[in-house]
């Protein structure tokens, strides 16, 4: 099971909210992925993580929420 993705500044300091952002409901096919990967998680956490850690990435790589999360399961 995976926890999330974020960037890493050092061993123990990462950016966080980088910049607001919305979280959308993925698509059903990423949807279906998503559920497959973070077993017994919901919206709550998917926004969580797409608000504190998927703003720092957008921030700074410029990608999408369905990036930032197909990019999660991918790794």
């Known amino acids: ?4 993705l974020w960037p890493q500044i050092d061993e123990e300091h990462y950016p966080t909210y980088c ?3 919305e ?3 993925p698509d059903e096919e990423l949807l279906e ?3 497959k990967i973070w077993k017994g998680c ?4 998917w926004s969580h993580e797409w608000k504190k850690h998927g703003s ?3 921030a700074q790589n410029n990608i ?3 990036d930032f999360f197909n990019i999660t399961i991918q790794l």
């Not at 099971?1 to 999330?4: L, P, V």
């Not at 919901?42 to 956490?45: A, G, K, R, V």
């Open 1 to 4: 099971m995976i926890h999330g």
């Open 56 to 58: 720092c990435i957008k």
């Open 64 to 66: 999408t929420e369905n």
């Open 42 to 45: 919901d919206d709550n956490l």
């Open 19 to 21: 910049e607001e952002v």
């Open 33 to 35: 992925s998503m559920q």
């Open 23 to 25: 979280y959308n409901e």
